[in-house]
């Protein structure tokens, strides 16, 4: 074998590989896309992933209160 031989089929070895891996990338992002979850109809700009969660206000408790507790909080962990 000639070494020009080897060098075309390095490069006929190397174009094959790269279509092979563009198909199998093709279709791992169409199942990808497959298993994406849907968009509800009535909210367009909703969160996909991530729901908002509000953590619950202790019984009796004030607004002001509660952002006194967080700025405690804040205080305590900029002093440590």
């Not at 006929?12 to 992002?29: P, S």
């Given at each position: 074998?000639?070494?020009?031989?080897?060098?075309?089929?390095?490069?006929?070895?190397?174009?094959?590989?790269?279509?092979?891996l563009a198909v199998v990338?093709?279709?791992?992002?169409?199942?990808?896309?497959?298993?994406?979850?849907?968009?509800?109809?009535?909210?367009?700009?909703?969160?996909?992933?991530?729901?908002?969660?509000?953590?619950?206000?202790k019984a009796g408790s004030?607004?002001?209160?509660?952002?006194?507790?967080?700025?405690?909080?804040?205080?305590?962990?900029?002093?440590?």
């Amino acid at each position: 074998m000639d070494v020009v031989d080897i060098l075309i089929s390095i490069v006929v070895v190397t174009i094959l590989v790269t279509i092979i891996l563009a198909v199998v990338t093709y279709v791992a992002y169409k199942l990808r896309l497959s298993r994406e979850p849907e968009r509800r109809e009535d909210d367009p700009e909703a969160l996909r992933y991530f729901v908002r969660y509000d953590p619950p206000v202790k019984a009796g408790s004030s607004l002001d209160e509660l952002d006194r507790d967080v700025a405690a909080m804040e205080g305590h962990a900029s002093q440590a």
